[in-house]
């Protein structure tokens, strides 16, 4: 137990310290521990991957919305991308197994969080441009295309790729 409490306050230093450099959040501090995310999703990855019948469509994964993201606007991607998590896929997800609803709660509790420590930042510190919001646009579109289930399942498995996001995004102003 102590060694994650001084695991979360080295995290939270070293996500100070990159958001005082102003390039990844644009000077917005969030502090949650990516590693348990990504280890509670690995957890679970198989079993929700195993569920997903739509093997070549992808909503997240091929989508140049993630990639092609300038630093200037991953505040305001991390922020729109955590309240689809939010508001849409953990809403729409039906999940009957005990173990991996614990961790898709610990999952989702998490990106409240997250939402909360980047609502307080973000009427002066994480706008958002025309191009993020087409890219988040084209994510929901993605959504839309398929039966909510289903989507909310391809969502939920392609949850790696926006946590590796978020790391590299943080790892990255780290280095600057």
Sequence with gaps: ?????????????VLLLCSVGGRSLRGCVVLVDIRRMEQSFQ?????????????????????????????????????????????????????????ILRKISSIANSFLY???SLQQCEQTLCHCR?????????????YDQLEVQTAAIKSLGELDVFLAWINKNHQETSTA
């Design 43 to 99: 957890d679970i990855k198989t079993a929700i991957q195993a569920r997903d019948t739509l093997q070549n469509v992808t909503i997240l994964a091929v989508s140049e919305a993630l990639h092609s993201v300038k630093p200037f606007d991953v505040c305001c991607m991390t922020k729109n991308l955590l309240a689809f998590y939010v508001d849409r896929v953990f809403k729409d997800h039906r999940e009957l197994n005990p173990k």
């Design 130 to 142: 025309p191009e993020a919001a087409n890219a988040t646009r084209t994510i929901h579109d993605n």
């Design 1 to 13: 137990m102590k060694a994650q409490r001084v695991c979360l306050c080295l995290l939270g230093a």
């Design 114 to 116: 997250m939402q909360k």
